[in-house]
């Protein structure tokens, strides 16, 4: 076991390669404890500095409105079932988005039963300002690390979100 300082100057103690193999354990349990920890505290992290990005934007109505500017609109089935989310959860963040004037709902041209959500001229802005200050947030994380770990990591995460659908981890509510 070693201490080291962690990405946002937090003290976590980490097991040493090898430590758990002469226990009982492998290195690659302690590995996946390690990863489910420390992406645990990134989640945190992310929810917490959504709120001081802006104060009316959680992490998941971001995310949302990054969905509906990506799909050019979509309907709110489509968000819970892309997310896998519970409807009525996708429709409470719906609802709170509409309120603050963030999106929108337009019929759906082919279809005038369906309803179709898209950003407001001032859900584009703000949204366009969270990324900004997203993206000047992970380079100033990431200023020191080498281009060789940058594009490893990105090739993980890569990795890892392809295969979100197919594990038990699928999310069930947005609220926590």
């Given at each position: 076991?070693?201490?080291?300082?962690?990405?946002?100057?937090?003290?976590?103690?980490?097991?040493?390669?090898?430590?758990?193999?002469?226990?009982?354990?492998?290195?690659?349990?302690?590995?996946?404890?390690?990863?489910?920890?420390?992406?645990?505290?990134?989640?945190?992290?992310?929810?917490?500095?959504?709120?001081?990005?802006?104060?009316?934007?959680?992490?998941?109505?971001?995310?949302?409105?990054?969905?509906?500017?990506?799909?050019?609109?979509?309907?709110?089935?489509?968000?819970?079932?892309?997310?896998?989310?519970?409807?009525?959860?996708?429709?409470?963040?719906?609802?709170?988005?509409?309120?603050?004037?963030?999106?929108?709902?337009?019929l759906d041209p082919e279809d005038h039963r369906v309803q179709v959500l898209h950003l407001t001229r001032a859900g584009r802005r703000i949204l366009a300002q969270v990324t900004e200050s997203?993206?000047?947030?992970?380079?100033?994380?990431?200023?020191?690390?080498?281009?060789?770990?940058?594009?490893?990591?990105?090739?993980?995460?890569?990795?890892?979100?392809?295969?979100?659908?197919?594990?038990?981890?699928?999310?069930?509510?947005?609220?926590?």
């Amino acid at each position: 076991m070693k201490t080291v300082e962690g990405p946002d100057e937090t003290v976590v103690t980490v097991e040493e390669p090898g430590a758990h193999g002469a226990h009982g354990g492998s290195d690659a349990e302690a590995a996946v404890e390690t990863i489910q920890r420390e992406m645990t505290a990134f989640a945190r992290r992310a929810r917490a500095s959504a709120g001081r990005m802006h104060p009316e934007l959680s992490l998941v109505s971001y995310t949302l409105l990054g969905h509906l500017e990506e799909s050019g609109g979509c309907r709110a089935t489509d968000l819970a079932t892309h997310y896998a989310l519970d409807k009525s959860t996708v429709s409470r963040q719906v609802a709170a988005l509409e309120r603050t004037g963030l999106i929108e709902r337009r019929l759906d041209p082919e279809d005038h039963r369906v309803q179709v959500l898209h950003l407001t001229r001032a859900g584009r802005r703000i949204l366009a300002q969270v990324t900004e200050s997203r993206r000047e947030a992970f380079h100033e994380r990431l200023a020191d690390w080498p281009k060789e770990d940058l594009e490893r990591f990105a090739a993980y995460l890569l990795r890892y979100n392809a295969a979100a659908g197919e594990g038990p981890l699928k999310e069930r509510s947005a609220d926590g």
